[in-house]
């Protein structure tokens, strides 16, 4: 079933432009050149998404706008703007005053039908994915393309889940810049194929556009959901699971940055995390023996987002919403990284000088300046990020906050950070990590004790917890029985 949009734009020409584009798309495309109409259709009809010029005119774009939010507060809404170099910013509609208005993503002019497509179908469930994909009865020829390494990404073939049809073109790289495409959107992808190229061909990796990551974190997001929620996987499959998708969707977040359509995604992986989370019995046991820790920034994020959560399950004072919120602060908590000198971010803190420590200290405040303002994420999640180099004994930065004046939670993922990176960048397994964490008695004092006696717990049966780590002095951990 084709997804109805309503068009509404002053511009006749550029209107029937669009229609045919969209119709061509597998949209359903409804047409009208002023405000007035565009409520009376919203009146009569349903949208799957709106795309609304601010410039209408008869109910200008605004007033069509806070009707829509006021009687139809879920619909999307995709508002076109234009920016007047020559005038002054304050008296113009930018897209964050639009965005603050309730636009669910903004356009500014000029721009192709190809972007507004890009937006259009970030907000798509999978069913709608698939519903607006044309699907090819034969399979298309593969195709020889010479296109960048750069704007390629690869997933290992073992990963790739079979999905029918394929919702993006899919690759197999040749040599540096060169790929061929083996299957077009809309190609079916079945297991036998995936086994031929695996097995036949020996092919490792699978290879899609760049711009198509949010389609691929889309589908495995569902697909994880589904598989977390299948009580006979064990609980190593789906971590893994997850953490191809959250690898996707931070190299995603880097490169794109903090859109609407990707926090969306992040609360997706974060609600994924929650019912993981708070149903597998046996992750300690994962936790254990974990051992993909391919030491990049991608992977970093995700093994923090796991390892805070699991601290988190282990306080009585846990809550869905806390779960969430830490782990969608955890997935962003590097972001302000992003806006560092690139030279830096593969240097150990260790080894930099005063003013590159001094610049490196920033990336809190920096992840904090690029999520501020943005509704869609919370203040919890804000200050997490902002707080999540804060120490418990005043010795952390930006602030040099002390005990109380922390964060709890900025704890917890303070804790789960150093955790991690003791994990990556001394190549150990989670339970040495722990013995040498535990082993740095003058670092314990950046923790709040009952965190670092609930990392413990986190790799320990629920059943038996035995009092055989070196404790902080003031640990309260005993053998006592965890419901
Ligand atoms: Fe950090
Ligand atoms: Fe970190």
């Not at 061929?180 to 079916?188: M, S, T, Y």
């Not at 999540?388 to 709890?408: C, N, Q």
């Not at 190549?427 to 009952?450: C, F, G, H, I, Q």
Request: aromatic share 10%.
């Amino acid at each position: 079933m084709a997804l109805n949009l309503l068009i509404v734009d002053p511009d006749d020409d550029w209107l029937m432009s669009a229609k045919e584009y969209f119709e061509g798309m597998n949209y359903k495309a409804t047409v009208i050149n002023n405000g007035k109409d565009a409520q009376m259709s919203l009146y009569n009809g349903s949208f799957f998404a709106v795309i609304l010029n601010i410039n209408v005119k008869k109910h200008a774009g605004i007033q069509v706008l806070k009707f829509i939010k006021t009687n139809h507060p879920s619909q999307k809404v995709i508002m076109i703007t234009e920016i007047d170099e020559e005038m002054d910013l304050e008296d113009q509609w930018t897209p964050e005053k639009l965005q603050k208005a309730g636009a669910t993503e903004v356009v500014v002019r000029p721009f192709e039908f190809e972007n507004l497509k890009e937006d259009l179908e970030g907000h798509q469930s999978v069913t709608d994915m698939v519903s607006t994909i044309k699907r090819r009865k034969e399979l298309g020829p593969e195709e020889e393309v010479s296109l960048g390494d750069d704007e390629f990404t690869s997933v290992k073939i073992d990963e790739f889940y079979s999905s029918q049809p394929v919702l993006f073109d899919i690759f197999v790289k040749l040599k540096s810049n060169r790929y061929i495409k083996i299957l077009h959107a809309g190609d079916e992808l079945s297991k036998e194929r995936l086994d031929k190229y695996k097995n036949e061909k020996n092919v490792e990796f699978l290879y899609f556009h760049k711009k198509d990551i949010y389609k691929y974190v889309k589908f495995n997001n569902y697909f994880t959901k589904k598989i977390i929620a299948n009580e006979k996987v064990g609980g190593a499959k789906k971590v893994k699971m997850l953490q191809n998708v959250s690898e996707k969707f931070l190299e995603q977040t880097f490169s794109e940055g903090m859109k609407p359509l990707i926090i969306d995604q992040g609360k997706e992986i974060a609600e994924n995390v929650y019912e993981l989370v708070k149903n597998q019995d046996d992750l300690f046991a994962v936790f254990k023996d974990y051992s993909d820790f391919d030491p990049n920034a991608y992977t970093h994020a995700y093994l923090v987002t796991m390892f805070s959560t699991a601290i988190i399950k282990q306080f009585e004072w846990q809550s869905k919403t806390t779960i969430e919120c830490t782990a969608l602060a955890c997935l962003f908590h590097d972001i302000g990284k992003m806006k560092l000198d690139p030279s830096l971010l593969e240097m150990k803190v260790e080894d930099m000088n005063e003013e590159q420590l001094e610049e490196y200290k920033r990336h809190p405040e920096l992840g904090l300046e690029l999520i501020d303002g943005n509704p869609l994420i919370n203040n919890s999640v804000k200050q997490i990020i902002l707080q999540h180099h804060e120490h418990f004994d005043g010795t952390g930065f930006p602030f040099a906050k002390r005990g109380s004046k922390i964060l709890m939670l900025s704890n917890i993922v303070c804790l789960a950070d150093n955790f991690v990176h003791v994990i990556q960048d001394e190549d150990k397994k989670p339970m040495e990590a722990l013995k040498v964490l535990l082993s740095r008695r003058d670092e314990l004092t950046w923790y709040n004790s009952s965190i670092v006696e609930c990392l413990i717990k986190v790799f320990v049966n629920p059943e038996k917890i035995i009092k055989e780590n070196h404790l902080p002095s003031n640990s309260r951990i005993v053998n006592k029985k965890v419901s």
